[in-house]
């Protein structure tokens, strides 16, 4: 049971474009979602998250939506640089279960020069 | 910034074998996560612990046992190992006191066993 879903394995965008990465999840007691990036043979890297309170956190380049209503979030990266190239996680936690973070499977992000 | 640190980076074992996994978190942080992660899947949950006391369990065979010690370093014991096993381990800190969920991951311990 995938409570976390992230439907695009793959993403390719051209260097300077803005990049979008969905992700959806069923169970709704989970109120607080992050995006981890991922280099091969490293641990994920925590880059950006929000509370199920607000509906848009931005960071610099990086900007989270979240839709409550729809179950869905989607980070977008605008402009896109090869170094964003990695595979991205979504995560959720929700405060009944002590912060545990289910993830979905991952989005493989290449960003073209 | 100190960052998680796990012990061993890479570790070979035989079936049927021991292995023991560490993790030192970030100073001050007072949560450690267990996470395993399959070839080309998401991590899952194992375990976790809040101020040494296991917080939460999650699909963490019994042949896996966990625990953290007081000065927060947890260690991660796999008995009767199975070619199953064979994952990137990671472990995860965080700071409940301040309410957030960020949790911050080493760089993992790939077992592989044979």
């Known amino acids: 049971d995938q409570q976390v879903k992230q439907n695009s394995p793959s993403l390719s965008v051209q260097e300077g474009r803005i990049s979008i990465l969905n992700c959806d999840y069923t169970?709704?007691?989970?109120?607080?979602f992050l995006w981890y990036k991922k280099y091969p043979a490293e641990g994920p890297t925590f880059l950006i998250s929000?509370?199920?309170?607000?509906d848009k956190n931005e960071d610099g380049r990086f900007t989270v939506f979240l839709n409550k209503s729809a179950k869905h979030l989607s980070l977008h990266i605008v402009p896109s640089q090869p170094g964003d190239s990695a595979v991205y996680f979504c995560?959720?936690?929700?405060?009944?279960?002590?912060?545990?973070?289910?993830f979905g499977e991952g989005t493989q992000l290449t960003v073209n020069p | 910034a100190a960052g998680v640190i796990q012990s061993p980076r890479h570790l070979i074992k035989e079936k049927r074998e021991t292995a023991t996994l560490k993790c030192y978190p970030i100073?001050?942080?007072?949560?450690v996560y267990w996470y395993q992660q399959g070839p080309g899947q998401d991590p899952q949950f194992l375990i976790s612990?809040?101020?040494?006391?296991?917080?939460d369990k999650g699909s963490i065979p019994d042949r896996f046992s966990a625990q953290q010690f007081s000065d927060y370093h947890s260690e991660l014991n796999m008995s009767s190992l199975e070619l199953g096993d064979s994952a990137l381990y990671f472990c995860?800190?965080?700071?409940?006191?301040?309410?957030?969920?960020?949790?911050?991951f080493g760089q993992g311990t790939r077992l592989t066993v044979v």
């Open positions: 995860a800190s965080s700071d409940r006191v301040k309410m957030v969920a960020e949790a911050f």
């Open positions: 169970n709704s007691m989970f109120d607080y």
């Open positions: 929000i509370s199920s309170i607000k």
């Open positions: 995560a959720a936690s929700a405060r009944t279960s002590g912060s545990r973070l289910t």
């Open positions: 100073p001050r942080h007072d949560t």
């Open positions: 612990f809040y101020e040494k006391m296991q917080s």
